[in-house]
């Protein structure tokens, strides 16, 4: 936990201490002057749209569930869950600033069906031509189900009769993700730029407990409808660990 600790301290200073600091630029100008040449960066006027691609790697787990899955049959996340996240993001003009959008979900085989929306905001603290640094916050929701097509314990059967559904579990919750971000773009254009970037977070994830109940399709929509708040399945409310991240990002420039 000292690691973590460590990361939210440096995550909290580093954007307070540089916020204030002038602008790096983004594209190189030379000049001479009477003894060398001197490279200096010009700023970007640009307005630019990323969308990033990435595979996800996490860390956090939950026991408790893990433990009803393999008891009753069915399969339990992995030790490390492999996910992927689609990110769509805006560079406004003349700023170091990105505001973003992302959604993701775990692709590895499991029982746990499991979605996460956020919206992060991140300044860039490092910048060169090619090459740039930024670090920020994520925040956002996440859900997660379990659909009881196997065994269940016995008065799961029993309300699965008496309602003639059948029953899945459910949780939600609220997630906090600090991260840093590298982005490097080897192939540019005026207008357009493709690269790779890597995406080191810290999830803190804030759960509702396991809900038992069932999906009743009404149109083209699925409602869940509790009938227990008791579920036997007791969760921790809470699941910290690393999300580690890389892939592809495409930038689009407009003037």
């Known amino acids: ?5 460590r990361l939210l301290v440096i995550l909290q200073i580093l954007p307070a201490s540089l916020f204030s600091q002038v602008k790096s630029d983004s594209t190189v100008v030379d000049y001479t002057n009477k003894s060398h040449t001197i490279r200096r960066y010009k700023e970007d006027s640009t307005f630019s749209i990323l969308a990033n691609i990435s595979t996800v790697f996490y860390t956090a787990n ?11 049959g069915y399969k339990a996340p992995q030790k490390v869950p492999v996910g992927v996240n689609l990110e769509l993001a805006a560079v406004p003009f003349e700023s170091r600033m990105t505001f973003s959008l992302s959604a993701s ?5 499991q029982d746990i069906v499991t979605a996460e929306f956020k919206i992060g905001a991140y300044r860039r603290i490092f910048e060169r031509q090619h090459f740039w640094i930024s ?3 994520g925040v956002g929701t996440h859900g997660s189900r379990i659909i009881l097509d196997g065994q269940m314990p016995p008065h799961f059967d029993s309300l699965a009769a008496q309602y003639g559904k059948q029953l899945a579990l459910r949780r939600t919750g609220f997630v906090i993700e600090p991260a840093v971000r590298f982005f490097w773009y080897p192939l540019e254009t005026r207008r357009f730029q493709l690269g790779i970037f890597a995406n080191p977070a810290y999830d803190f994830s804030f759960n ?4 038992l109940g069932y999906y009743n399709s009404s149109g083209q929509s699925s409602t869940f409808k509790d009938i227990s708040k008791n579920s036997d399945v007791q969760n921790s409310h809470k699941e910290f660990g690393w999300a580690l991240g890389d892939g592809l990002s495409f930038c689009f420039k407009f003037d």
């Open 1 to 5: 936990m000292n690691c973590c600790v």
């Open 105 to 109: 979900t775990i692709v590895s085989t």
């Open 208 to 211: 509702t407990r396991w809900k």
């Open 135 to 137: 670090t920020g916050l």
């Open 62 to 72: 939950d026991p408790t569930i893990d433990n009803f899955l393999v008891k009753y």
